[in-house]
């Protein structure tokens, strides 16, 4: 079974400050990852996406991530959060024979002061 | 993008009763959708598929008698929690494919269930 492993439970920055999130799964297959996010009392909502091609992929407001293969991790960045970023940000795999069924890491807490 | 509305977004039954949460497909057609559970502090675990049409699959573990998922047409989906216990206290979002095949799930803003 695949499993998705987020390394920060809770991060706390400074605006301005730049942000590295870290996502690794395990799956031996061909498989699309994404980062949601939520913000504080809202849904769920996709940031970023990969399926095939370039292993940076660019999402909302800023974001980026990485694919690497060779290290089974798809972690996300941001050069300079704002306040406004605070939210808990999921990190999600489908295995591209599952059908449409996601396997979600533990979240990542991010909170921006001022 | 898509719209996914869940109600209640905050239950508080008594231990024994049953809660049913629903979850709609607001300007799209689901023929599936996904039933996570949330603990604090924890992934989404997802429950089950559910299946316009056809019977819900259940994830390794979650009690299919315990949890009657029911997909009445093809924007609503419903999750009933039947026989409730304090343990069944949770965080229950509902999710669905959009319209277009982009490989994205749309959420609901999630139920809050607590059974005293």
């Known amino acids: 079974a695949q499993s998705v492993s987020q390394h920060n439970h809770h991060v706390i920055l400074s605006e301005a400050a730049s942000l590295e999130l870290g996502c690794n799964y395990s799956y031996g297959g061909t498989v699309n990852l994404f980062w949601y996010v939520q913000y504080p009392g809202q849904h769920l909502q996709l940031l970023l996406k990969?399926?095939?091609?370039?292993?940076l992929v660019k999402g909302i407001k800023g974001f980026e991530a990485e694919f690497i293969k060779s290290k089974f991790s798809f972690n996300l960045r941001k050069p300079s959060v704002q306040w406004s970023d605070t939210a808990e940000y999921f990190c999600a795999v489908k295995n591209t024979g599952g059908g449409n069924k996601l396997t979600f890491g533990t979240g990542t807490q991010l909170k921006v002061e001022l | 993008g898509a719209v996914v509305s869940q109600h209640p977004s905050r239950v508080i039954c008594k231990s024994g009763t049953s809660v049913k949460i629903e979850c709609r497909s607001l300007?799209?057609?689901?023929?599936?959708m996904f039933w996570y559970r949330q603990f604090p502090k924890q992934s989404l675990m997802l429950m089950a598929t559910?299946?316009?049409?056809?019977?819900?699959?259940?994830e390794q573990g979650v009690e299919k008698d315990k949890f009657l998922i029911n997909h009445a047409s093809l924007t609503l989906s419903t999750l009933t929690v039947t026989s409730a216990h304090p343990e069944d206290s949770s965080f229950y979002i509902c999710?669905?494919?959009?319209?277009?095949?982009?490989?994205?799930?749309?959420f609901g803003e999630g139920s809050r269930l607590t059974v005293l």
């Open positions: 300007d799209f057609q689901a023929t599936t």
């Open positions: 559910s299946n316009e049409g056809s019977k819900a699959t259940y």
């Open positions: 999710s669905a494919p959009g319209h277009r095949d982009t490989g994205e799930l749309f």
């Open positions: 990969y399926f095939s091609g370039d292993p």
